[in-house]
C-alpha cells in the first residue's frame, strides 16, 4: 500500500551533470536549458514583439505590457525615480526573466527524465551554482564599473580607503579623528561586504533552488498524491519571489553605490 | 576546507559559470534591443497619442462650449429681436386699426353730414312744396268760399300767413 502512495528517487546531484564537451569547454545540463530558454526568448522577441506588438495591443501585448510595468513600478519603489528605473530596467528586467523562467521551468514535471546517453540534459539554471555565482559576480562587476563612473576612480577607491578623512578629522578635534579611524575601519569592511554580495547572492539563489528540488524528492518519496501539487504550487511563488528578490538587491546595490547627487538627479 | 574546495564541491567550473553567463548576456542583448525598447516605444507612443486625443478633446469641448455659448447669445439676441418685432407689428396693427377706427369714423361722419345736407335738403323742399301745395288748397278753399279767382298776389300773401 505504502509504494503505491510513494515514489522514491534520487536526490538531484548538487553539480549538474555535464551532457557533452565542446573541445575543452563542457556542456552541462543547466546550459542546455538555459540556452533553451535563450531561444524561446529569441522567437519572443523576433516573432511576438517585432510582428505582432502595435500600438493597439491585442490581449498578449496587454499582458507583456502589465508586466513591463509591473517592473518599472517595482525598480522604482527602489530608486524612488522613474527615468533612473527605465534606465535600469533591461538589466533588472533581463535577471528577473531570465531567473523567472528558469525558477518555473523547472517545476514542468518530467522534464528531468529526458535524458542523452543516460543523463539528464534539462537542469533550471538557478539550481546550477555556476549560474547564480556568473550572476552575482557579473552584476557585483557591472555596479562596481557604474560606481566607478558616478564618483571618479579617485572618489571610488576614497569610499573603501578613507585617508584624507583621518587627516581632517584629527585637524578639527580628537573626537572627530577617533570617528574617522573608525569610518577608516568600516570602509575597509566595505570592500569584505563587496565580496560577500557575490556569496550572498548567488548561495542564496542555489540554496533556495537547490533545495526546492530536494524537497520535491522528498515530498515525492513520501506521499506522491496532493502533495506535490501543493509543493509545486508553492514553487511558483517561491519561484517568482526569489527573481524578485535578486532583481530588487541589485537595483538596491546599484543605487547604493552610486554618487548622492546623482541618484537626486534621476528623481 | 578552504572557499575553492567549497565551490569544486558545489560543482564549480568557471568554464560552466562563463558558459551561463554568455547565455545570460545574450539573452540581456535581446530583451534590451528587441523586447524592452520596442515595448517602451509603444507605451510612449500610446501615451503621447492618448494625451494628445485627450488635449484634443479638450480644445473641442472647449470650442464646443464657446459655439454653445456663443449659439445661445445669438438665440437671445434673434428671441429679442423678434420680441421686438412683434412689439412694433403689434405697435403697428394697433396704430392701422386706430387710424382706420379714425378714418372710419370721420367717413361715417361726413356720410352722416351728407345725409344729413341731403335730408335737410329733402326737407326745404318738402316744405316749398307742402306750402305750395297748402297755398293751392288754401286758394282752392277759398276760391270755392268766395266765388272768385285768386290772383298770385293774393295766393302768395295767404301763402305767407299760413307758413309764418
Known amino acids: 500500500m505504502l509504494n503505491f502512495l510513494q515514489v522514491k528517487s ?21 546550459v542546455l536549458l538555459g540556452f533553451a530558454i535563450l531561444m524561446a526568448i529569441a522567437v519572443f522577441c523576433f516573432v511576438c514583439v517585432k510582428k505582432y506588438f502595435s500600438i493597439k495591443p491585442g490581449s498578449g501585448q496587454t499582458f507583456v505590457e502589465i508586466l513591463y510595468e509591473g517592473m518599472i513600478d517595482m525598480i522604482t519603489q527602489i530608486t524612488a525615480s522613474r527615468s533612473m528605473s527605465e534606465k535600469m530596467l533591461p538589466l533588472i528586467g533581463s535577471l528577473f526573466i531570465f531567473i523567472g523562467i528558469s525558477n518555473l521551468i523547472e517545476l514542468i514535471p518530467g522534464l528531468g527524465s529526458i535524458t542523452f ?5 534539462f537542469r533550471a539554471p538557478t539550481s546550477d551554482f555556476n549560474t547564480t555565482f556568473a550572476l552575482a559576480f557579473a552584476m557585483i562587476l557591472v555596479i562596481q564599473a557604474a560606481s566607478i563612473k558616478s564618483w571618479g576612480l579617485f572618489g571610488y577607491f576614497g569610499k573603501y580607503f578613507q585617508f584624507k578623512e583621518i587627516f581632517t578629522g584629527f585637524r578639527k578635534n580628537t573626537g572627530e579623528g577617533m570617528m574617522s579611524i573608525i569610518n577608516f575601519l568600516i ?3 566595505d570592500i569584505i561586504s563587496e565580496v560577500a554580495k557575490v556569496i550572498s547572492l548567488s548561495f542564496r539563489l542555489f540554496g533556495n533552488i537547490y533545495a526546492g528540488q530536494v524537497m520535491a524528492v522528498i515530498i515525492m518519496s513520501a506521499l506522491a498524491y496532493a502533495l506535490p501539487a501543493v509543493w509545486s504550487s508553492l514553487g ?25 547627487q546623482e541618484e537626486s538627479e534621476g528623481k | 576546507m578552504d572557499f575553492a574546495e567549497i565551490l569544486s564541491k558545489i560543482g564549480f567550473d568557471w568554464k560552466l559559470a562563463l558558459a551561463n553567463l554568455i547565455n545570460f548576456l545574450i539573452i540581456f542583448y535581446l530583451l534590451k534591443k528587441f523586447a524592452f525598447a520596442p515595448i517602451g516605444r509603444i507605451i510612449r507612443e500610446r501615451k503621447d497619442r492618448i ?11 472647449e470650442i464646443l462650449n464657446a459655439s454653445k455659448k456663443k449659439s445661445d447669445e445669438i438665440i437671445a439676441g434673434a428671441k429679442e429681436e423678434a420680441n421686438k418685432i412683434i412689439a412694433k407689428g403689434y405697435e403697428q396693427a394697433r396704430q392701422s386699426i386706430e387710424h382706420a377706427a379714425l378714418e372710419a369714423m370721420k367717413k361715417q361722419e ?3 353730414l351728407r345725409a344729413q345736407k341731403g335730408i335737410d335738403r329733402e326737407r326745404i323742399s318738402m316744405e316749398a312744396r ?23 298776389a293774393v295766393k302768395k300773401s295767404i301763402l305767407e300767413k299760413v307758413t309764418s
Not at chain 1, 546517453?117 to 540534459?121: D, M, N
Open chain 1, 117 to 121: 546517453g543516460g543523463k539528464a540534459i
Open chain 1, 236 to 260: 511558483i511563488l517561491f519561484g517568482v519571489v526569489q527573481a524578485i528578490v535578486f532583481g530588487s538587491l541589485i537595483a538596491a546595490y546599484y543605487m547604493i553605490a552610486l554618487k548622492p
Open chain 1, 10 to 30: 534520487d536526490l538531484p546531484a548538487i553539480s549538474p551533470e555535464v551532457v557533452f564537451s565542446v573541445g575543452d569547454f563542457p556542456v552541462s545540463s543547466s
Open chain 2, 110 to 112: 361726413e356720410i352722416l
Open chain 1, 187 to 189: 570602509g575597509l569592511m
Open chain 2, 130 to 152: 307742402v306750402r305750395e301745395e297748402m297755398a293751392e288748397l288754401v286758394a282752392g278753399g277759398v276760391k270755392k268760399i268766395i266765388k272768385e279767382d285768386i290772383t298770385p
Open chain 2, 51 to 61: 494625451d494628445e486625443g485627450l488635449e484634443k478633446a479638450n480644445r473641442s469641448e
